[in-house]
C-alpha cells in the first residue's frame, strides 16, 4: 500500500510503500476513499504543542516512524477478520478513529477517546494519509449511508469536536446568545451544526476578514474583529453585557483571553484551539461573574452516533471543502501549516 508519511518530526511527508496488514478476529482492513487534513495533523507532525513562555508539550510519545497522519476516513471495507459480524467486503464505511484501550473503566463507560492508553488513527497508530488503514475493531466503523464521501469523513474530528463543545454549552445559551470564535475549519463546522442543536442566537469572531464573511455567509448574526476594542464594545452592547457561551476554536492566549472577556454572568467558555500559549484570570471573577472555563476532546463514540444521525436526516448545514488528491498530502499539511486554507481540506484516492 502507498502511503505518505513522515520519518523524522517536522519534515516533510514522503511517499513510502508497505504491504497492507493482515487482519484476523474483529480486525478490518479498509480501502481509503478520502481522509480530511486537520490542524492537530500539524501539532503532531511537529511533535509538540505551545504552552507558552517558552514551554513546549512533547507529543512524540510511542509514536513509531515513519508514522502515517490522518484520522478523519472513509473508505471501503476490503478484508475482515474471522470473528467480523455486522460489516463484510464491499460495505463502505465511515471510522470513528477515538479509539481506546478497550480494556479500563474510562473506554467502559464509552468515553474511549478519553483513554490513558489510547490507539486512535493518525495520533497514536498509523492513519489515512495512505490508501489502506487497519481498523482494530469492526465496532469503529459506522454506516454513512448516502452522504458525500468528502464530507462524511470531515464528521469524525471537526465534526465531532464541534458537535461535542455544542452539546457542553448548549443550557448555557440556549434562548440566548453564543459566540463561535475562529471560523476555520473547525469553526465553519460548528456553525454548520449549531443550529441543530440550540436556539441560540450566533455570533462569530475572527481576525481575518475573509473568514469572519464566511461565518455571515454560513448564518451568523454578527461578525466581530477580536483585536479591535470598538468592536469588542459593540458585541457587549449588542448582547447586552455579554454572551452566554463561547467556543473557542482557535486556542491561543489572545481568543482565549477574548473569549473569557465577553461572557455574561453565568456565562460559559469551552477550549477547542490548540494553537498554542497561556493566559491567566484573577481568580475571584470566577465567582464574582460565575463563570465556567472547560476544555474539550473530540467527542464519545455515541455522540458521533447522534452526529451522523443528524448529518443523514439532512439536519446540517454543507461545508466548505478543498478538495485535493491524496499525493497532495505534504502540500496540504503546509498550506494549513501556513495559514493558507478556507474551509476543509479533504484528500481522495
Known sequence: MISYQFEQYGEALVENESAPPAVTGREVLLKISACGVCHSDVHLWEGFFDLGGGKQLDVKGKRKLPFTLGHEIVGEVVAVGNDVTDVQVGDK??????????????????????????????????????????????????????????????????????????????????????????????????????????????????????????????GAAAAFDPADRAQFKELMRLTGGGVNAAIDFVGAESSAKFGVNVLAKGGKLVIVGLFGGTFTLPVPMFPIKAIAVEGTFVGSLAEMNELLALAKAGKLQTLKLDERPMKEANSALMDLKNGHVLGRVVLKN
Open 93 to 218: 464505511r465511515l471510522v470513528y478513529p477515538w479509539i481506546g484501550c478497550d480494556d479500563c473503566a474510562t473506554c467502559a463507560a464509552g468515553n474511549g477517546h478519553l483513554c490513558n492508553n489510547p490507539r486512535a488513527l493518525g495520533i497514536d497508530i498509523d492513519g489515512g494519509y495512505s490508501d489502506h488503514v487497519f481498523i482494530p475493531d469492526e465496532k469503529y466503523l459506522l454506516d454513512y449511508g448516502d452522504l458525500p464521501k468528502e464530507l462524511a469523513c470531515t464528521y469524525t474530528c471537526s465534526g465531532l469536536t464541534a458537535y461535542g463543545a455544542i452539546r457542553k454549552v448548549e443550557r448555557r445559551c440556549n434562548n440566548g446568545t453564543l459566540l463561535i470564535i475562529g471560523c476555520g475549519g473547525l469553526g465553519l463546522a460548528a456553525l454548520a451544526i449549531v443550529k441543530s442543536v440550540t436556539n441560540a442566537t450566533i455570533y462569530v469572531a475572527d481576525i481575518d476578514p475573509e473568514k469572519r464573511q464566511l461565518g455571515l455567509d454560513a
